[in-house]
């Protein structure tokens, strides 16, 4: 994880979840255990392309809404999208936003909606949609200038 200090001493903390790897298992109830049907399902996360990777390409995007701002409004915004088969994002959505900060969310979803292609997740050695959940903490740390 990197930390970045931008204009204003506007601190913008980046971190990516994505899925490794799943695994599930069925069992019949009236199965044994040496019975038991098992499926693994190996999936490689998307990779982000652009220049400097992903939290510097957000934190040099990324600009502070003025109006949270000036009131003092931080909080972290869950952005939840998918990374289609050519690497494009769809289907952007606030999963979790900041009271009162619809500024944040609302920036956060732009960034995301114009991000670069990524290199496409992997299933089974498959290209795959892969749903990717983006956290983005927009903190005033430190902030003593108010423009």
Do not use: H
Request: with cysteine.
């Amino acid at each position: 994880m990197k930390n970045k200090i931008l204009p204003l001493g506007i601190s913008v903390f980046i971190s990516l979840c994505g899925f490794a790897q799943t695994q599930s298992s069925m069992q019949d109830s009236t199965a044994s255990k040496k019975d038991t049907v098992r499926f693994f399902t190996s999936t490689q996360s998307p990779q982000f392309k652009g220049d400097g990777g992903l939290p510097d390409y957000l934190s040099s995007n990324l600009n502070y809404p003025k109006e949270e701002m000036i009131l003092g409004i931080q909080g972290k915004v869950y952005v939840n999208f998918i990374v289609e088969l050519d690497g494009s994002v769809s289907n952007v959505r606030i999963k979790q936003g900041v009271p009162d900060g619809p500024g944040l969310d609302k920036e956060a979803m732009r960034v995301i909606y114009q991000m670069p292609a990524w290199k496409p997740g992997m299933l089974n050695g498959q290209p795959a949609r892969i749903e990717m959940t983006q956290p983005i903490t927009f903190s005033l740390k430190n902030n003593k200038r108010i423009r």
